[in-house]
């Protein structure tokens, strides 16, 4: 047994070939128990926390407090997606409340490789975000430490945008970067993620589909996840 949950990017070779990770910021909080249900039906390895502070991006959504009932809801993979100014005052509270991996995001001031750092002294998964104006360049020193990467395929902070396509071309260069160096890091894609471009982000190696309003908008929201995961599985089979 190891000590990482079994969906962990540390687990890397004995992962599904694409992981879904709905974004239950475009989840009906009132019913959210159901829609977690729902995910776990549906399959998902993980379940994909947007917290956003009001400075970092413009939306507030939740903290920690609410983290800690999705833990005790659910035995999925919590993935928090830190979009807070500040991180490392609260990285022990994530954990505290039971998420599994944390990201940060490249772009907020301060001391990034010492919050990086002490993700992992949590015993927690490593992420680094970086958003659409952010060159690939930006993650060059992080690769020896980050368990994933997320690339922003809309600018964080709200739900149902636009898919922007340039973040094909970061995706498929951070993919062959992390061949070259030859440690397990999940590359994630958040942002106008559905169906209809579920399989041109796997194919350029995002292995990792983050989806918000394309599953919890649909009229069915278990079917939106397996039409994704086909698409996806579709353009990566030989
Ligand atoms: C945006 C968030 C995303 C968002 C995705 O700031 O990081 O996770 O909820 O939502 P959709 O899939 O609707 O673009
Ligand atoms: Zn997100």
């Known amino acids: 047994m190891s000590q990482y949950h079994r969906f962990s990017p540390k687990n890397m070779a004995n992962l599904p070939s694409t992981l879904i990770a709905p974004s239950v910021l475009a989840a009906d909080f009132l019913h959210i128990e159901e829609d977690i249900r729902r995910m776990e039906?549906?399959?998902?390895?993980?379940?994909?926390?947007?917290?956003?502070?009001?400075?970092?991006?413009?939306?507030?959504?939740?903290?920690?407090?609410?983290?800690?009932?999705?833990?005790?809801?659910?035995?999925?993979?919590?993935?928090?997606?830190?979009?807070?100014?500040?991180?490392?005052?609260y990285l022990e509270d994530f954990k505290k409340a039971g998420a599994h991996g944390i990201t940060l995001h490249a772009e907020v001031e301060g001391v990034i490789s010492e919050d990086l750092h002490k993700i992992r002294d949590l015993g927690l998964d490593v992420g680094i975000s970086i958003n659409p104006e952010t060159p690939v360049e930006a993650l060059d020193s992080v690769y020896e430490i980050v368990d994933l990467i997320l690339v922003m395929s809309v600018h964080p902070g709200f739900g149902g945008q636009k898919f922007i396509r340039k973040s094909i071309a970061k995706v498929e260069h951070i993919a062959r970067k992390i061949e070259t160096v030859g440690r397990p890091i999940m590359l994630q894609i958040d942002g106008g993620i559905g169906p209809e471009n579920a399989g041109e982000v796997r194919r350029a190696g995002a292995r990792n589909l983050v989806a918000g309003s394309s599953i919890f908008r649909a009229d069915d929201p278990h079917a939106a996840v397996i039409a994704i995961r086909s698409a996806a599985d579709a353009a990566i089979a030989h």
């Open 41 to 89: 039906n549906a399959g998902v390895e993980w379940i994909h926390l947007d917290i956003m502070d009001g400075h970092f991006v413009p939306n507030i959504s939740f903290g920690p407090m609410m983290v800690k009932f999705f833990s005790k809801t659910t035995d999925l993979y919590l993935d928090a997606h830190l979009m807070i100014d500040n991180p490392g005052k």
